[in-house]
């Protein structure tokens, strides 16, 4: 019984997955879904730390992988780093002290744009239609998450949405006319190219990573509990045309090793 109730917060969003909604949010369901999130969060926090008291006698938990957004590095000793690289080009942050900090876009066919970050940028995906952000908060001010179209980079492509207050991005994605953010409370939220929100759902398991390409969005979580055997990862990947998930894989890794970084060939 314990396992379907854990289990019901996916299975009973899982029918409206992507259904596209005729205001730009559906309010009822965002309460509902925020929580569900928040009393996931608080029972997986909880879990871990019962977890973490174990006896002397116990054998020795192996360390619990963080989040990480793939193809960004951490600040060096200049305050710069990669929000994200791949194929299609890089993003680059430079912090400089007393004024806002310079993000530089350099695409792989020579296009270069700069951005004035006033919003504390801090997350980026980026392919050859487009780039997205999401910022980080340290405050209560709500977290921006941040659209521009690489083609025209007009003010009509562009678009941006504030998330509730008790909702952080911890990782973004980017496909092909659609953009995706994970938050913390374990939220999945998909939009259009346009600004739309085009799904909501809870996702079983704290998020590590994720990924877009084409209509394809491909979500890691950690699917068990850590322990001297090694992370238990699950690996989804959600057909964002056909509206369905399409791979429910486990993620073969070697006691003592981490996830560093996820792609499509």
């Given at each position: 019984?314990?396992?379907?109730?854990?289990?019901?917060p996916?299975?009973k969003?899982?029918?409206?997955?992507?259904?596209k909604?005729?205001?730009?949010?559906d309010?009822?369901?965002?309460?509902?879904?925020?929580?569900?999130g928040?009393?996931?969060?608080?029972?997986?926090?909880?879990?871990?730390?019962?977890?973490?008291?174990?006896?002397?006698?116990?054998?020795?938990?192996?360390?619990?992988?963080?989040?990480?957004?793939?193809?960004?590095?951490?600040?060096?000793?200049?305050?710069?780093?990669?929000?994200?690289?791949?194929?299609?080009?890089?993003i680059?942050?430079?912090?400089?002290?007393?004024?806002?900090?310079?993000?530089?876009?350099?695409l792989?066919?020579?296009?270069?744009?700069?951005?004035?970050?006033?919003?504390?940028l801090a997350?980026?995906?980026?392919?050859?239609?487009?780039?997205?952000?999401?910022?980080?908060?340290?405050?209560?001010?709500?977290?921006?998450?941040?659209?521009?179209?690489?083609?025209?980079?007009?003010?009509?492509?562009?678009?941006?949405?504030?998330?509730?207050?008790?909702?952080?991005?911890?990782?973004?994605?980017?496909?092909?006319?659609w953009?995706?953010?994970a938050?913390?409370?374990?939220?999945?939220r998909?939009f259009?190219?346009g600004?739309?929100?085009?799904?909501?759902?809870?996702?079983?398991?704290?998020?590590?990573?994720?990924?877009?390409?084409?209509?394809?969005?491909?979500?890691?979580?950690?699917?068990?509990?850590?322990?001297?055997?090694?992370?238990?990862?699950?690996?989804?990947?959600?057909d964002?045309?056909?509206?369905?998930?399409?791979?429910?894989?486990?993620?073969?890794?070697?006691?003592?090793?981490?996830?560093?970084?996820i792609?499509?060939s």
């Amino acid at each position: 019984q314990k396992s379907n109730q854990e289990t019901r917060p996916y299975t009973k969003t899982k029918r409206r997955l992507f259904k596209k909604e005729k205001n730009s949010f559906d309010i009822d369901l965002e309460e509902e879904l925020t929580e569900i999130g928040n009393e996931s969060f608080n029972q997986s926090v909880t879990s871990e730390t019962k977890t973490q008291r174990t006896s002397k006698n116990a054998q020795p938990l192996v360390s619990i992988q963080s989040t990480f957004q793939p193809g960004a590095t951490p600040f060096d000793i200049l305050r710069k780093r990669y929000l994200t690289y791949n194929l299609a080009g890089k993003i680059h942050l430079r912090e400089e002290l007393g004024h806002p900090s310079i993000v530089s876009v350099d695409l792989s066919d020579g296009q270069h744009k700069v951005i004035r970050d006033h919003s504390q940028l801090a997350l980026a995906a980026l392919n050859s239609d487009a780039v997205f952000f999401a910022s980080q908060s340290l405050d209560e001010s709500p977290s921006l998450l941040q659209y521009n179209a690489l083609s025209t980079w007009a003010p009509n492509s562009d678009w941006t949405i504030y998330l509730p207050a008790n909702e952080k991005p911890i990782v973004v994605a980017i496909g092909t006319r659609w953009a995706s953010v994970a938050t913390n409370l374990g939220l999945i939220r998909i939009f259009s190219n346009g600004g739309l929100q085009l799904a909501l759902f809870k996702i079983f398991g704290y998020v590590i990573t994720m990924i877009g390409n084409e209509n394809f969005l491909a979500i890691v979580t950690h699917s068990g509990v850590v322990n001297v055997s090694g992370q238990y990862l699950l690996l989804q990947i959600f057909d964002t045309l056909k509206r369905k998930m399409i791979v429910k894989e486990e993620i073969p890794i070697t006691i003592g090793s981490n996830l560093k970084w996820i792609g499509f060939s």
